[in-house]
């Protein structure tokens, strides 16, 4: 576990390097407050524009809420590169920078025994609230989980689960009891994923319809990217590690 926070930590680092571009850009066009256009602005636009509003995690909440809402055909029929630009932007609003300076601080003090749980509802914590609806949609072409880049998909897979474990903690449960629940049943996996039947177990447990359908799609990340997409994801290590250690972690392994 202690190889695994630090693994996590960079690997998280790196997804923020990654997206740093995002940064340095103008927002989009309109005046800095673009929440009551973005309504009126086609899914091609918004999807095409939304990594010039990724400094500001509110936006682009607004942006994947608004895509949420919207026939989620046209999200299937956006280019590779928008759907692209979506993740990335999905990654850096749910996976926030003071977040993650929280939890290196606390590793760099010493701090050695914070486990997964603990780890994912610190980056939790500050996250505005998104519908990841246009996220999960995304994450299901199978075009996409078959040529975007591993690391994205991993960040992506980890994004959803941060999201919605916050959401369904604010349930009567804690962060730690959600996802305990959700490794419960994805360490059971295995090779053979099934996804209705893994949706099915995850009401069982007490999640949501919206939440099961979210950490399905990101289960279905990890079945990939731990299956046919393996070397790819055992292609990007950091200290010795891989992603496919990352998505291990996430599924309840030692």
């Known amino acids: 576990m202690k190889k695994f926070v630090f693994f996590f930590t960079s690997l998280v680092l790196v997804c923020l390097m990654i997206s740093c571009e995002f940064f340095s850009k103008p927002l989009y066009s309109f005046s800095r407050d673009i929440s009551g256009v973005i309504g009126s602005m086609s899914t091609d636009d918004l999807a095409r524009n939304v990594d010039k509003m990724s400094s500001d995690p509110k936006i682009v909440a607004d942006v994947l ?44 003090n010493g701090d050695k025994s914070m486990d997964f749980a603990t780890i994912m509802d610190s980056l939790s914590q500050g996250a505005p609230a998104i519908n990841t609806k ?16 591993a690391s994205t998909l991993a960040f992506s897979a980890a994004s959803l689960i941060v999201n919605t474990v916050k959401t369904e903690s604010g349930k009567g449960s804690s962060f730690k009891e959600k996802i305990t629940a959700f490794q419960d049943i994805a360490k059971n996996v295995n ?64």
């Open 65 to 108: 809420n608004e895509l949420a809402g919207r026939n989620q055909d046209e999200i299937k029929d956006l280019s590779k590169d928008d759907k692209e630009k979506l993740l990335n932007a999905g990654v850096s609003a749910i996976l926030p920078v003071s977040q993650l300076g929280d939890v290196v601080e606390q590793l760099t």
């Open 134 to 149: 246009a996220l999960e949609t995304v994450l299901q072409d199978k075009e996409i989980l078959k040529t975007t880049d």
């Open 191 to 254: 090779g053979n994923f099934d996804q209705v039947d893994f949706e099915n177990k995850l009401k069982g447990r007490g999640f949501s319809s919206e939440s099961a359908s979210a950490l399905t799609a990101a289960m279905g990340v990890a079945d990939v990217l731990t299956g046919e997409r393996k070397d790819a994801a055992e292609g990007v290590g950091i200290g010795g590690f891989t992603i496919s250690d990352l998505l291990d972690k996430m599924k309840g392994g030692q």
